[in-house]
């Protein structure tokens, strides 16, 4: 207690409101996480202070680490690139949701069915549900959203890594598909100068893989197609996807139903033979 109180004494941060809540005990030194932000006194933001209990008052006193190159982050904070790289012919990438966390938290079990953040992902390319879900989760701490990734091409961001939350996460869609993402699901990085993982396609089991542009959000169909759910016929667990078909090959479509030039999806343009992406993790 007495070496926290010297700390506190020497970066020079005020006493906080006893209203805060702290958990993650750590016995060693009498140290707490407290849920809330605090800025430094350089006005660096720290997301994770320090804080301890003055048994005496039962005060709460908060010590926000920072150091330079990681601004408003614990010494125990290793600052990685995630670069993403799209492999598939013709399946552009949605913008992907990464995050890290600890081992409470998982993004999906195969054979399972998907939470309703992942399916979205996967039938729509929207990453809006997911980033809110994880980022409302005290298992999760950084979240990151990049930006969709065509053919051929790659992403790279930022995020910090802890040994609180050491693991990492990310999902995207496979957007001219009903249902198909990429997954990286909960692969431990901290500690590690580089990470290397080829993405299958996987399957949400959340609609049925119809092949038709009114079920289907990619650039490849028209832009008001409608991208209705097609929930009948639906797998209902997790799985590697069985990719393209041309299940529609030699039907009579409606102009929704079609690619945007014409006919139905054929898979010699638009099936995969995995994997459909490569990420990388690397200081």
């Not at 140290?31 to 932000?37: D, G, H, I, L």
């Not at 929930?231 to 990719?243: D, K, N, P, T, Y």
Request: proline share 4%; hydrophobic share 35%.
């Amino acid at each position: 207690m007495q070496l926290l109180i010297g700390l506190v004494a020497l970066v020079g941060v005020a006493t906080a409101s006893k209203s805060y809540e702290c958990f993650s005990v750590d016995r060693r030194a009498d140290n707490y996480w407290c849920q809330q932000n605090c800025l430094d006194l350089e006005g660096r933001f720290n997301k994770h202070p320090a804080c301890f209990i003055d048994y005496e008052d039962r005060s709460v006193h908060t010590v926000c680490q920072c150091e330079a190159g990681n601004v408003g982050k614990g010494n125990d904070y290793k600052e990685y690139l995630v670069k993403i790289t799209n492999l598939a012919f013709n399946q552009p990438l949605s913008r992907p949701v990464i995050f890290t966390h600890n081992e409470k938290k998982q993004l999906f079990k195969f054979n399972g069915k998907a939470g309703k953040g992942l399916r979205v992902v996967a039938e729509d390319g929207n990453p809006d549900v997911l980033e809110k879900e994880v980022s409302g989760s005290e298992n999760v701490d950084e979240v990151e959203v990049a930006s969709g990734i065509p053919p051929r091409g790659s992403v790279t961001t930022k995020i910090a890594v802890s040994k609180e939350f050491p693991f990492l996460s990310l999902a995207s869609m496979a957007i001219n598909t009903n249902d198909c993402f990429v997954a990286v699901n909960g692969e431990y990085v901290y500690g590690h100068k580089y990470s290397r993982y080829g993405l299958p396609g996987l399957d949400a089991g959340t609609e049925a893989n119809n092949e038709l542009c009114t079920h289907i959000p990619g650039p490849a169909c028209l832009s008001d197609s409608g991208n209705q759910r097609a929930i009948s016929g639906a797998e209902g667990f997790i799985h590697v996807h069985r990719g393209i078909h041309g299940v529609n090959v030699g039907e009579d479509l409606s102009e929704l139903e079609q690619r945007a030039n014409g006919g139905p999806f054929q898979p010699q343009f638009y099936d995969w033979r995995n994997n459909m992406a490569l990420v990388e993790i690397y200081e």
